[in-house]
């Protein structure tokens, strides 16, 4: 069910998982994908690892995270999406703790995931919360006039 390694076909597909949850604007998705893009180039150096989820031959969701530079043990959980198609049947749930399980085997600590504060983003939050992340600061304004930036954590080490 879950496969580690970027494919060239990945990213067209992270694109489609993406922009299919209805939260992403186009600047967004194209971070997405050229994180993706990314990977294939530099392999591990680039900083970015992937899990992702394929069911029947079609990956249905992924996390994104990696090391947070200058520091020991802290990660970013980049992204975080399953395909609206799939949505409330728990994949999110495994990809993260999926996700977590390998960031404490390499060493990881905490981890930090970022999120917009906007009502839109509500179930976002809830899922972190649900899943044992704390809200550990929100940053006013940050991306946009009235939408703030709220910045999770877990200990995981």
Known sequence: MF?????????QRVREIVASTGFFNPEEIDVAEELV????????DSGYHFVFADQDRQTTGYTCYGP????????DLFWIAVDANVQRQGLGKVLLAESERLIRHAGGTRIYIETSNRGHYASTRAFYERNGYAL???LK?????GDDKAIYVKAVG
């Open 3 to 11: 496969r580690y390694e970027a494919t060239p076909d990945d990213r």
């Open 37 to 44: 893009e990314e990977r294939l180039a530099e392999g591990p």
């Open 68 to 75: 947070i530079a200058g520091t020991t043990g802290s990660y």
């Open 136 to 138: 550990e600061a929100v």
């Open 141 to 145: 304004d940050f991306y946009a006039p």
